[in-house]
């Protein structure tokens, strides 16, 4: 199961969700997403601008991998270009599906769902934020083209 300190991290960010609000104005983006294996749903708020995350926040609700994982990736893409993270998200997956991050990547807390790899069936509760991602950056050419 899942490390100890690791395990600290997560409840943290499960308990007091970073940036857990919603976001308006004339740049931000937001989609609905849910995750029909655990019944996972949160609306994602990006706020874009010069293929730039300026801000990032989230509304939802969910098992505590859910949840502290939208809270890491509002953390961690704010303030960086779309190129980086397409990156991070590529890392991400990896750090998720196959439990390495062979290129040090720089995940911030998220790194800290690294023991989710061993429990497959939560896989879709940790990648669920970035998917929703996918969705809102859908028609961005900086962010898919890598
Ligand atoms: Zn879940």
């Not at 409840?11 to 294996?37: M, W």
């Not at 429990?119 to 934020?129: G, Q």
Request: one cysteine or more.
């Amino acid at each position: 199961m899942l490390d100890n300190l690791y395990r600290q991290v997560i409840i943290d960010h499960y308990k007091q969700r970073r940036n857990f609000k919603e976001l308006k104005g004339e740049y931000v983006r937001k989609v609905h997403y849910k995750n029909p294996s655990c019944g996972d749903v949160m609306t994602l708020f990006i706020e874009l601008e010069h293929n730039q995350v300026k801000k990032a926040a989230f509304l939802g609700e969910g098992c505590s991998i859910s949840m502290a994982s939208a809270s890491m990736m509002t953390e961690l893409i704010e303030n960086k270009s779309l190129k980086e993270i397409s990156s991070l998200r590529k890392a991400f997956e990896q750090l998720i599906r196959n439990g390495v991050n062979p290129n040090g990547v720089d995940l911030g807390d998220s790194l800290s769902l690294q023991g989710v790899h061993q429990l497959k069936a939560r896989h879709n509760c940790a990648l669920m934020t970035w998917q929703a991602l996918d969705k809102i950056l859908k028609d961005v050419k900086e962010y898919n083209t890598l």
